[in-house]
C-alpha cells in the first residue's frame, strides 16, 4: 500500500521553462511534506517542506503548492536549471507514538533539463 | 561539520554472511534514521534512534537486523544471515531538533550486494 505516490517516473524541460514535478498521499495524518533531491551516488538532500496548515511554500527557484482537500502537493522549479537534473523525492511526515518523525518516501521522479 | 559519513560504501557478500554497517552522523545531532532504499523505490523507514535509545523499529526491521547507537554517536547495523533480498542501499540520516522544516541530512549510503 503506496502512501506517497509519484506517478510520472521523469520529466524532461528546457532550460529556463518551469518543471513541475507531481506527488499524491493517500494518509489523512501526515502533517509534513518534503522535497528531496538526489544526485547518482549520493544521498537524497533536503530541498524544501510545507506544513499541512499552508498551501504554498516558496524558496528562491523552489516552490511547493498543497492542495489537502485533493490530498496532492507538487513542485515548481522556476527557471529550470541543468544542474537541476536529478531524481526527486516527495516525502510525508508522520509523528509517531515512539517520538519519531518518520518519512514515507514516493518512488521518485527523474528530472532532466536540457540546455 | 563533514556531514553523515556512512562506511563502507560498498558490500558484496555472500548468501548466509553477517555484515556490519557503521554511520557517524553530524555531531551536534541527537536523532538518527535508517532507511533502506531498493532499485526503483524510494527510501523505507527501518528504525530511528534518539541519543542511545532506539525509540521504533519498522516491521521491515526482520529479527536478522539489529542495530545500535552506543553512547549516542556513531550507529551500527547489522544484518546476520544475509539473503539476497537484502540487496539494497541502506542510508543513515541524522537531524537535531524537528527534521519536518529542516528536513534530515542524510549520508551517501552502503550498497549491499549478496550473491
Known amino acids: 500500500d503506496q502512501q506517497v505516490k509519484q506517478n510520472s517516473p521523469s520529466l524532461s524541460v528546457q532550460e529556463g521553462r518551469i518543471s513541475i514535478l507531481n506527488c499524491d498521499y493517500t494518509n489523512s495524518m501526515f502533517d509534513y511534506f518534503l522535497w528531496y533531491k538526489k544526485y547518482p551516488a549520493e544521498g537524497p538532500t533536503f530541498l524544501i517542506s510545507i506544513s499541512s496548515i499552508k498551501d504554498k511554500n516558496e524558496d528562491g527557484r523552489f516552490t511547493v503548492f498543497l492542495n489537502k482537500s485533493a490530498k496532492h502537493l507538487s513542485l515548481h522549479i522556476v527557471p529550470s536549471q541543468p544542474g537541476d537534473s536529478a531524481v526527486y523525492f516527495c516525502a510525508a511526515s508522520l509523528l509517531t507514538q515512539g517520538g519519531s518523525e518518520k518519512l514515507v518516501f514516493g518512488k521518485g521522479m527523474k528530472l532532466t533539463v536540457n540546455p | 561539520d563533514t556531514g553523515v559519513s556512512q562506511d563502507p560504501r560498498h558490500k558484496i557478500t555472500k548468501r548466509g554472511q553477517n555484515v556490519t554497517f557503521r554511520c557517524d552522523p553530524i555531531?551536534?545531532?541527537?536523532?538518527l534514521y535508517w532507511y533502506r532504499q531498493t532499485l526503483g523505490q524510494g527510501p523505507e523507514f527501518l528504525t530511528y534512534f534518539q541519543n542511545e535509545a532506539q525509540l521504533e523499529k519498522s516491521r521491515l526491521l526482520s529479527d536478522r537486523f539489529s542495530a545500535e547507537r552506543p553512547k549516542g554517536s556513531f550507529s551500527t547495523l547489522e544484518i546476520q544471515r544475509t539473503e539476497q533480498g537484502d540487496s539494497a542501499m541502506y542510508l543513515c540520516?541524522?537531524?537535531?531538533?524537528?527534521?519536518?522544516?529542516?528536513?534530515?541530512?542524510f549520508g551517501s549510503g552502503t550498497r549491499l550486494t549478496v550473491v
Open positions: 540520516a541524522s537531524s537535531s531538533g524537528t527534521s519536518r522544516t529542516l528536513g534530515y541530512t
Open positions: 555531531s551536534e545531532h541527537n536523532r
